[in-house]
Structures are given as structure tokens and as C-alpha cells.
């Protein structure tokens, strides 16, 4: 029978007053073409490639692919940031990938349309408190998600990303170690039940995932009962029982891909509809419900932090020297060091 995972500390949830309002502005088709064109002169005067997430705005992540950067999840965000060769990386999503991009690449500038782009994993696992949980249990593993800072991911033995957390907790449960797990608890939950492993998690959500209700979802399902569920992860145990497919947003647009339905309900933030739009030009997709009509979510269905990268930002950084160095993210090199050993063991395990 599958092992139950214990929480063990306090609940992480980020209170609604450090989550922001971000309106993102409509900007009409010439000004999108303009300061697009602008964008991909300057990061070829910068010598710079720009590297989006899913969730972005869906100009910048067309941006990315017509300049050869790229659009991607965050594990393959790493991968290609460490692996091209242009001096500068302007990471469009949120700060910890721009972190991730530097600790990978020390010796390459990476700028960031805003450094205010923050994840409520990462505001909901403090590095202090974090470190007491991890003396308080010496015979765990420590492994840590992604979305977390650079002081965290330097106390984990490995970082994961959701495409890749399962199989490393099946091989890490396999050679017998027990799991210390931070800080998203509906991934730990998910991953327990999937691998049976001893894991005790930290008491972290996300502000946009965790607003997904399985009750509207089933509602949803009986008006369309052909459509298939596609689910992230970070969404709560009573929404990832009833998906068809389970993963990280390229293991989603993968499932999309490749699964018979010709539409599907989907739970993940709605960036990711620019992407399963283009690639599947004849199905149709459905925003999973979220806490409806008049709540107060602020981030229902959208992260506010990925919502501060626009194309109108990213060009001013660009534009002159100092406002690229004001948005560069800086690391101290010794804790750089440290955080960059759990993030290789994740980069080279065999998948
Ligand atoms: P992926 O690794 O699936 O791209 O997810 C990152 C993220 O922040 C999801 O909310
Ligand atoms: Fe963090 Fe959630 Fe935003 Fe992803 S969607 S960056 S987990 S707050």
C-alpha cells in the first residue's frame, strides 16, 4: 500500500498581499510588430538570446523562436542557457530561471525584463527556516524544486524540475534513501503517490495552480465529456485524479499532442494556450475552472510575476547599458558554486 507523505512544518502559503495585481497592457498589432523588430536588432547589437518560458506573453515566446532563442519548460530553459554560446542571456519568466541561467553560466551576463518577477514557491520556502528543516532531519535527501532560490537550491543534495522529479525520486527511493521535499506539497503528494517513496514535505503552493477546484472540473466534464484533462503537477490531489495526462507544460503540450481527444480541459496557467494553439491548430482548449467569479484570487489562471514580462519592458532594458546591468542578475560566486552541484546532478541524469 502506497506510503502516506507527512508534512511536517508550518503552512508556506503566500499571503495575498505579497501577490501583486499585474494588468498586463493590450498592445495593438503595429506597435507588437515595432518594438518586436526592435527587440530582435538589439539583442543581436547586445550579442544576446533571449530564452522564454510557456507562460510568458505569447509575443515575447514568438520573439524567442524567430531570433533563435527559445520557448520551452524550465528544465530545457537551463539546458539551452548553459548550452549556447552568446555572451548575454535575457531570460524572460520569472527570477529563479534567471538565477538557474547564471549559476549554470557564471562567466555569461543574464538580464531579466524585471527583477520583481517572483514565484510564490520560492517567496513560500525562506532560506532560514528551510535550513532548520533540513538539520532537524540529517537522514533525508534534500530535494528541492526548481522554483526556489539560489540560497535554498545551495542546502539541497539535488534540484529537480517537475519533467524530471519523478523518475529522480523513484532512483533516489530505489537505492533506499528517504526524501526531505521543498516546497510545492501538491508535486510532493503527486510524486509520493507515483513512486511510494518516504517523503516528508515542506508546506508550500502555488498562487495560481492552487486555485484550480476539482468540484467545477467535474462540473466542466459533463458538458464536455469527450474532452481530455491535461494537468500540472502544482495542482491540488482532487484535480490530478481526474487528468488524463500529468506533467511538466512540455509534457502537456506533448500530451496534447499526441493523445486522440479533439479537446481538452487544461490546468495550468493560460500562457501555455499560445503554444497548445499553435501546435494543435484543430483542437480545442478549455481553461480549467479556477475559484470562479467573484473571488478574490488575483492570480486566478495566470501568474501575475510571469504577467511583468511584456514586450514594451523588455525593450527598455534592452535599449541602453545601464538599465541592462540595473536588470542583471548577480550571484556570490561561493554560494553560485554550491547551488550549481544539486542543479548539475539534475541536468545530468540520465532521462
Ligand atoms: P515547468 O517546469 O513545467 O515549465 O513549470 C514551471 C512553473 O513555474 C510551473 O508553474
Ligand atoms: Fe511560481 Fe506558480 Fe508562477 Fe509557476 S505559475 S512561476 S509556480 S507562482
Redesign the pocket.
Known sequence: MAMKPSVAVRDYTVPEDRVPLVIPEQLGVSEIKLLKEEIADLLRQRKAVLVA?Y?VDGSIQDLAEETGGCVSDSLEMARFGRENQASTLVVS??R?MGETAKILSPDKMVVMPTLEA?????LGCPPEDFEKFCQANPDRKVVVYA?TSVHVKALADWVVTSSVALPIIDALDASGHKILWAP?KHLGRYIQQQTGADMLLWSGS????DEFKSKALFELKRVYPEAGVLVHP?SPAGVIDVADAVGSTSQILKAARELPHKEFVVA??RGLFHKLRQQNPNKRFLEAPTAGEGATCR?CAH????AMNDLRTLAAVLRDKSSMHDNEIVIDPILSAQAMIPLKRMLDFPS
Open positions: 518560458h507562460y519568466g520569472v529563479f517572483e514565484c510564490s514557491l520560492d522554483n510545492d502555488c498562487v495560481v495552480h502544482e495550468t496557467d492570480s501568474c501575475p510575476w510571469m
